[in-house]
Every structure is written in C-alpha cells, then in structure tokens.
C-alpha cells in the first residue's frame, strides 16, 4: 500500500519539550496539506504546500508551529515549547493537483500528540 | 469565509434502516462539498464528493448525497444501515480554487451509531 503515511502514530511529552512530526505523502502528489483535529471536532486546516513552497498558514499556526517540505517530497511539522493545548491529532494529506476541479485529498492515520 | 454545519453530534438508527445525516453549507458560491467517514484510529476516507455535474451523487459503500441550493443542503443517506457503518462522519467544503489551495473546512462531525 503507497498510501500517505505518518511517524510516529503517537507521541506522548511533557509540557515544555519540543516534538517533531512526519509526513509521506503519495509518491508524485505535488500538493502536501496539514490539519489539526481535537476531540469531539472536525479536523481544521494549518497549512499548505505546493510541491517545496509553503504558500498558506492558518491563523492557528502561531510562531511555536513551523512546517517543511524540503525538495518537495516529505513534510515535517514542529512544535517548540508544546503546551497542553497542543494536544491533538495531527492529519497530513495529499493531492496530485492538476486538474481545474477539485483534487482529491488523500489523508494519512495521523500522529495522535498528547502534552502532559 | 466558507462553513458547514452538521446537525446532530450522535446518530443512531437500527440495521437495515434508513440512515440521514444532515449538512448545510455557507457560501456566497456554490463551493465543492464533500462527506468523509473516519474509522476508529484511522484517517479520513472520502465518501462522495459534489463538484457541480450532478446534483445527486453517488459514493461508496451504498451512500449518496444530493445537493440542494435553494436549501443549502448536502445530506448524506443511506436506504439500509450495516454494522459496519458505525463511525464519524464529517461534511466538508472547499472553495472553488484553479490550481490553487483547496483547504476543506470541516463541519464537527456526527457519530454514527448501528443498533443491532
């Protein structure tokens, strides 16, 4: 299966620590999509990628928050000094964006983060 | 800004009923819209998706949705429920973006639960 695929699928730290998540997206899917889902709500969006550029972060992204996608394969989300609010589960998806209607987005099993 | 709102955080009905689940958007244009059903621990599966050719459209595993304007609707139905139904449901919008971002904004799901 050459799904869209997330390390860890869990990460459990202390309030404080850094962590640092992983995406793999379809291999050739060009357009690379991170959203923040908490319990009982719908995942919300918190950044977007075109192929190495990161061209649109949501207002929920504050300053401890910062993503990449080096050469436009992988992706990597951080986030420094986490806080209790921080837990979450972190969604990535991916999308092969060549047509003029909308790409289907394809989403990984996400990486559950739990901050003590 | 585009939204979706999902009437009803639980649902349950019993096996081989009829299954409703209720979506409105909000737009000031037809946007795409969009049902994904999430499995316990897994990511977002698409359903079916609404792109302004048909207004009822036909998904996976026995779903279907019809878009309503004069409703602003995009229920989700199905004639007979199956066990292997029970999950979270969630209704999406995405703007109408060429070769641009296509961020879903997702209503707070409804669970959906099958009495045997």
């Known amino acids: 299966d050459t799904g869209v695929s997330q390390d860890p699928r869990h990460k459990i730290t202390k309030r404080g620590q850094n962590v640092t998540f992983r995406c793999d997206p379809i291999s050739e899917h060009n357009r690379l999509y991170w959203y923040r889902q908490t319990l009982g709500q719908g995942p919300e969006f918190l950044t977007y990628f075109q192929n190495e550029a990161q061209l649109e972060k949501s207002r929920l992204l504050s300053d401890r928050f910062s993503a990449e996608r080096p050469k436009g394969s992988f992706s990597t989300l951080e986030i420094q000094r986490t806080e209790q609010g921080d837990s979450a589960m972190y969604l990535c998806a991916s999308s092969l964006g060549i047509w003029d209607f909308h790409n289907e987005q394809f989403f990984g099993p996400g990486t559950r983060l739990t901050v003590l | ?116």
């Not at chain 2, 649902?11 to 909000?26: H, I, P, Q």
């Not at chain 2, 309503?68 to 979270?88: C, G, I, Y």
């Open chain 2, 1 to 116: 800004a585009q939204s979706v709102t999902q009437l009803g955080s639980h649902v349950s009905v019993s096996e081989g009923a009829l299954v409703l689940l209720r979506c409105n958007y909000s737009s000031s244009v037809p946007p795409y819209l969009f049902w994904y059903v999430q499995y316990p621990n897994q990511g977002l599966q698409l359903l079916l998706k609404y792109t302004s050719a048909a207004t009822l459209v036909k998904g996976i595993n026995g779903f279907e949705a019809e878009f309503k304007k004069s409703e602003t609707s995009f229920h989700l139905t199905k004639p007979s429920a199956h066990m292997s139904d029970a999950a979270e449901y969630f209704c999406a919008v995405s703007p109408r973006s060429n070769f641009g971002n296509e961020k879903l904004t997702f209503g707070t799901g409804t669970r959906l639960t099958i009495i045997p």
